[in-house]
T-cell receptor
Framework: DQQVKQNSPSLSVQEGRISILNCDYTNSMFDYFLWYKKYPAEGPTFLISISSIKDKNEDGRFTVFLNKSAKHLSLHIVPSQPGDSAVYFCAATPGNAGNMLTFGGGTRLMVKP | DAGVIQSPRHEVTEMGQEVTLRCKPISGHDYLFWYRQTMMRGLELLIYFNNNVPIDDSGMPEDRFSAKMPNASFSTLKIQPSEPRDSAVYFC???????????FGEGSWLTVV
């Protein structure tokens, strides 16, 4: 049973526009959430995280929103750039220790010039 | 700073052979993780260590898999005997005690024929 789901396997966006990647979770014990970006033939790279005590965290072009009541988080990239083209994974863990990360299946983002 | 270093990057082996994957975590990181990525199951945690001690190995698929961490700068994941269904990308990752952010290596691509 998937506890973290990314229902869109792929997303295509025009350069300069906003990219919105979504993630849903079912385990109410999750209270720390992370987004990772992965290029082909490389390991996942940490992008941004959010604790359940917040509903928004921003880092440059990247913003993560958390809706605890809906068990939903999203990653916004504004403006999108071709270099953002990658697979994006959301991950969740109970407690901010981050030891038991559960990953979603990933969303492949393609930013077209 | 060097990131998490894994070897070999690619391995092709015959069914029944022993496979050993190696990892050097980031210096100073107290936690080390082994993940496996497959098309069917995505990214899943196999085992993790804290200060060289295995803490949770509930993700290890079966007794053919074993992991060791003899010191703070080295870990191995061994599969004996290997089977075609073990073909996957195996990631090693580490994190410091102070944060929940996990840093991944570039992965070891294993193909068992």
């Amino acid at each position: 049973d998937q506890q973290v789901k990314q229902n869109s396997p792929s997303l295509s966006v025009q350069e300069g526009r906003i990219s919105i990647l979504n993630c849903d979770y079912t385990n109410s014990m999750f209270d720390y959430f992370l987004w990772y970006k992965k290029y082909p033939a490389e390991g996942p790279t940490f992008l941004i995280s959010i604790s359940s005590i917040k509903d928004k965290n921003e880092d440059g072009r990247f913003t993560v929103f958390l809706n605890k009541s809906a068990k939903h988080l999203s990653l916004h990239i504004v403006p999108s750039q071709p270099g953002d083209s990658a697979v994006y994974f959301c991950a969740a863990t109970p407690g901010n220790a981050g030891n038991m990360l559960t990953f979603g299946g990933g969303t492949r983002l393609m930013v077209k010039p | 700073d060097a990131g998490v270093i894994q070897s070999p990057r690619h391995e092709v082996t015959e069914m029944g052979q022993e496979v050993t994957l190696r990892c050097k975590p980031i210096s100073g990181h107290d936690y080390l993780f082994w993940y496996r990525q497959t098309m069917m199951r995505g990214l899943e945690l196999l085992i993790y260590f804290n200060n060289n001690v295995p803490i949770d190995d509930s993700g290890m698929p079966e007794d053919r898999f074993s992991a060791k961490m003899p010191n703070a700068s080295f870990s191995t994941l061994k599969i004996q005997p290997s089977e075609p269904r073990d073909s996957a990308v195996y990631f090693c990752a580490s994190r410091p005690a102070q944060t929940g952010t996990i840093y991944f290596g570039e992965g070891s691509w294993l193909t068992v024929v």
